[in-house]
C-alpha cells in the first residue's frame, strides 16, 4: 500500500485546512488509517484515526470539535477536516495505515503501523 498525503499550507489562526490521504490499494476495509504530526522539537503523536469498515474514529482531546475526519471508499482517500486552526496545530503531518487484526487499542503506537506516507506541512501563524 501507497499512500500519499497532501493539503498542507500556511493560514492564519482561525482558518481551515483539509488534509487528504490517498490510498493505492483498492481497498482498505480491513485497515485503519491515522493522521500523526510532529511539531518542532516535539514527538510524533496521533491526532485521529478511522477505521476503515466500520468507521469508527478517534480524536485527540486537543482537535476534538475542530477536526473531522472521513473516509471516501470510491477513490480510496482519508480526509481530515482542520477547522479554527491554532498556532499549535503547526506541524508535520502524516497519514499511516494500519491491518485492523492489529486492534483498535493500538492506533496510537507508530511502530503497529505498516505503512505511512511522506509528511505534509502545516503553518498556522498567530
Known amino acids: 500500500v501507497q499512500l500519499q498525503a497532501y493539503g498542507g499550507g500556511t493560514v492564519q489562526a482561525g482558518a481551515s485546512l483539509r488534509l487528504s490521504c490517498a490510498a493505492s490499494?483498492?481497498?482498505?476495509?480491513?485497515?485503519?488509517v491515522g493522521w500523526f504530526r510532529q511539531a518542532p522539537g516535539k514527538e510524533r503523536d496521533l491526532v485521529s484515526a478511522?477505521?476503515?469498515?466500520?468507521?469508527?474514529?478517534y480524536y485527540a482531546d486537543s482537535v476534538k470539535g475542530r477536526f473531522t475526519l472521513s473516509r471516501d471508499n470510491a477513490d480510496n482517500t482519508v480526509a481530515l477536516q482542520m477547522n479554527s486552526l491554532k498556532p499549535e496545530d503547526t506541524a508535520i503531518y502524516h497519514c499511516?495505515?494500519?491491518?485492523?487484526?492489529?486492534?483498535?487499542?493500538?492506533?496510537?503506537?507508530?511502530?503497529?503501523?505498516?505503512?505511512w506516507g511522506q509528511g505534509t506541512l502545516v503553518t498556522v501563524s498567530s
Open positions: 490499494r483498492r481497498t482498505l476495509n480491513s485497515y485503519t
Open positions: 478511522i477505521r476503515w469498515r466500520d468507521v469508527l474514529t
Open positions: 499511516a495505515a494500519m491491518q485492523d487484526r492489529k486492534g483498535w487499542s493500538r492506533i496510537s503506537e507508530q511502530d503497529f503501523y505498516d505503512y
